[in-house]
Nanobody, 114 residues
Framework: VQLQASGGGLVQTGGSLRLSCATS????????MGWYRQAPGNQRELIAR???????NYDDSVKGRFTVSRDNVKNTLYLQMTSMKPEDTGVYYC?????????WGQGTLVTVSS
């Protein structure tokens, strides 16, 4: 089973995007879920996390601009991105946290133009 993120695209600096990631109840509800980002030339890193109870944590690079949320009925994870910057460019993935290797999908590409 791979978790597939969607909603990426091209956005201008200062713009907004909303990413989504739907999966099965078996994977989603028992686990904390995370959004991960791989910027060009960099390793994939965790940028936002939501516990199974909805408690959230953010990397400093996105704190105050991005909001992670989860719908435990729809088994869907969201990432609302605002005030976007060129350094937000990258491929965004969702996975459990801690991540499970077999759950990595292809991710969704986000490009922020200056």
């Amino acid at each position: 089973v791979q978790l597939q993120a969607s909603g990426g695209g091209l956005v201008q600096t200062g713009g907004s995007l909303r990413l989504s990631c739907a999966t099965s109840n078996r994977i989603f509800n028992p686990n904390a879920m995370g959004w991960y980002r791989q910027a060009p030339g960099n390793q994939r890193e965790l940028i936002a996390r939501a516990s199974k109870f909805g408690r959230t944590n953010y990397d400093d690079s996105v704190k105050g601009r991005f909001t992670v949320s989860r719908d435990n009925v729809k088994n869907t994870l969201y990432l609302q991105m605002t005030s976007m910057k060129p350094e937000d460019t990258g491929v965004y993935y969702c996975n459990t946290h801690p991540a499970v290797d077999r759950y990595w999908g292809q991710g969704t590409l986000v490009t922020v133009s200056s």
